[in-house]
């Protein structure tokens, strides 16, 4: 899911796993650690399946497919990534993004959960949202104002992520994605059609930039 545009400011709170901290870098440590992987587009059969549990947690080869994913979703100006979206079938998403609060948040989860009681005390919002295996196009889409995940860090621990406003629409957007659904499946086909033919048409220049972007940091 991209990134609303637009600067923070330097000294916006921060919540890491959904903890605040005192104080964060502006590039995460794990975007620093990461490679730049290929994001898969519409149409990639790996995006149209739901995805299988994490069963082995305290890896390296874990750690670094998350590294990886938090590099790949900050050259791309992501607020989201899921693990399917590298083209990788697991049960996995990362998150650095800033709400309309100015609060960051910054994680992983494998195999959450999305919690019904969460949805008794929430309210359907319409805004426009994007994604990043759909470059280009943004449609209104209505999501919850309030969504909890209940799931496992990469050691395997207990951990619930609680996010309002754009950050709980973040939270939905890639639990669709580890259900084999893009946020295309939620507009009318007319819609639908209307996205397809904007990607069509601005798809090279997001992928240029992309590129640009991660070559400017190195990866």
């Given at each position: 899911m991209?990134?609303?545009?637009?600067?923070?400011?330097a000294?916006r709170?921060?919540r890491?796993?959904?903890?605040?901290?005192?104080?964060?870098?502006?590039?995460?440590?794990?975007?620093?650690?990461?490679?730049?992987?290929?994001?898969t587009?519409?149409?990639?059969?790996?995006?149209?399946r739901?995805?299988?549990?994490?069963?082995?947690?305290?890896t390296?080869?874990?750690?670094?497919l998350?590294?990886d994913?938090?590099a790949?979703?900050h050259?791309?100006?992501?607020?989201?990534?899921?693990?399917?979206?590298?083209?990788?079938?697991?049960?996995?998403?990362?998150?650095?993004?800033?709400?309309?609060?100015?609060?960051?948040?910054?994680?992983h989860?494998?195999?959450?959960?999305?919690q019904?009681?969460?949805?008794?005390?929430?309210?359907?919002?319409?805004?426009?949202?994007?994604?990043?295996?759909?470059?280009?196009?943004?449609?209104v889409?209505?999501?919850?104002?309030?969504?909890?995940v209940a799931?496992r860090?990469?050691?395997g621990?207990?951990?619930?992520?609680?996010?309002?406003?754009?950050?709980a629409r973040?939270?939905?957007?890639?639990?669709?994605?580890l259900q084999g659904?893009?946020?295309?499946?939620?507009?009318?086909?007319?819609?639908?059609?209307s996205?397809?033919?904007?990607?069509?048409e601005?798809?090279?220049e997001?992928?240029?930039?992309r590129?640009?972007?991660?070559?400017?940091?190195?990866?």
């Amino acid at each position: 899911m991209p990134e609303r545009s637009g600067d923070v400011a330097a000294d916006r709170r921060v919540r890491v796993q959904g903890e605040p901290v005192d104080s964060y870098p502006r590039i995460a440590p794990e975007t620093k650690r990461g490679a730049v992987r290929s994001i898969t587009l519409v149409g990639d059969e790996i995006l149209e399946r739901p995805c299988q549990e994490v069963t082995q947690f305290g890896t390296g080869w874990l750690s670094k497919l998350i590294d990886d994913m938090f590099a790949t979703n900050h050259v791309a100006e992501g607020a989201g990534l899921a693990a399917n979206q590298v083209d990788v079938g697991l049960r996995l998403f990362v998150w650095d993004m800033t709400d309309e609060w100015g609060v960051r948040h910054v994680g992983h989860i494998a195999n959450p959960v999305l919690q019904d009681g969460a949805l008794t005390r929430s309210a359907l919002i319409e805004e426009r949202e994007g994604c990043l295996s759909v470059p280009g196009p943004y449609r209104v889409v209505p999501r919850l104002d309030h969504a909890v995940v209940a799931g496992r860090d990469k050691n395997g621990d207990p951990l619930v992520i609680e996010g309002r406003g754009y950050f709980a629409r973040c939270l939905q957007h890639e639990m669709d994605h580890l259900q084999g659904r893009l946020y295309l499946s939620r507009l009318s086909k007319r819609e639908r059609r209307s996205a397809m033919r904007e990607m069509a048409e601005s798809k090279d220049e997001v992928l240029a930039r992309r590129a640009a972007s991660a070559a400017a940091i190195g990866k």
